[in-house]
């Protein structure tokens, strides 16, 4: 019998699988709990994930609120931050998270750090809960805070908050709480409209020049599209000659 030929058959590229790794986000919801008097706290539930195969043991996440709405336009004594439960803590023998005091970020912007380090948090679908705002006699407004925007609220949803065992199936993708790796923004939005640093690979560049060479298409047009690294709608040498210096040009 005759060997069919092209036998094996060529191993599919995925060539979307070149420019993962490097997304790395918080998913989560909340729950407002207003007083009479218009003080009151905001319940938050975080879950940290990404897509990269490499464990960081070094991962924090920040928490971006404004103090707008309080008298003295500074933290007050009143001020409510509590950790209400901790997964890692409770299922990880020596390993906790830290959540830090308000960290002023600027104008009346500041933050709260919440840190698991020595544990690779990221997809382990561990929850993190904590509970931010102000009793009597600030008010507390959590519409203004940089990182509630565009939360979901289970309790307008018509969930009960306090008696969700799991959440991981409630938990929307929050891009505005931000991911850090040693100090360094790896994920989500800042306030002023910083985001991560894109992380371009030697694997993307020896993909674009056996595309140009004639060895293999891409395996898409969605694909194609990435490699358009100077945006004029063709991928060509000129890519390369951008991609090349982009490759060698990042920080370390």
């Not at 599209?225 to 000129?238: H, I, L, M, S």
Request: charged share 30%; net charge negative.
């Amino acid at each position: 019998m005759k060997p069919e030929e092209n036998f094996p058959p060529a191993e599919k590229v995925d060539d979307t699988e070149l420019f993962s790794g490097d997304d790395f986000y918080v998913t989560g919801y909340c729950s407002e709990a207003p007083e009479a008097t218009g003080s009151g706290v905001t319940k938050l539930t975080f879950f940290v994930n990404t897509d990269s195969l490499e464990p960081h043991d070094d991962i924090s996440i920040r928490y971006y609120f404004s103090i707008e709405e309080f008298e003295n336009k500074e933290i007050p004594g009143s001020f409510v931050l509590q950790k209400t439960y901790d997964q890692v803590e409770t299922e990880v023998a020596d390993k906790s998270a830290t959540i830090s005091k308000p960290i002023h970020y600027k104008d009346d912007i500041y933050y709260v750090e919440i840190s698991w380090e020595g544990y690779a948090i990221a997809n382990s679908n561990k929850k993190y809960q904590f509970i931010i705002g102000n009793y009597y006699p600030e008010k507390w407004d959590s519409s203004n805070d940089w990182s509630r925007k565009g939360m979901i609220d289970l309790t307008e949803a018509g969930e009960d908050y306090d008696n969700i065992v799991g959440g991981v199936e409630f938990a929307k993708r929050c891009d505005n709480v931000c991911v850090y790796a040693d100090g360094k923004l790896i994920g989500g939005t800042e306030p002023d409209g910083t985001k991560p640093a894109k992380v371009y690979k030697v694997s993307q560049l020896v993909r674009l020049s056996q595309m140009l060479l004639g060895k293999s298409p891409f395996s898409s047009k969605e694909a194609a599209e990435q490699f358009d690294f100077n945006n004029d709608k063709n991928v060509d040498t000129y890519d390369l000659v951008v991609l090349r210096k982009l490759v060698v040009s990042q920080p370390k």
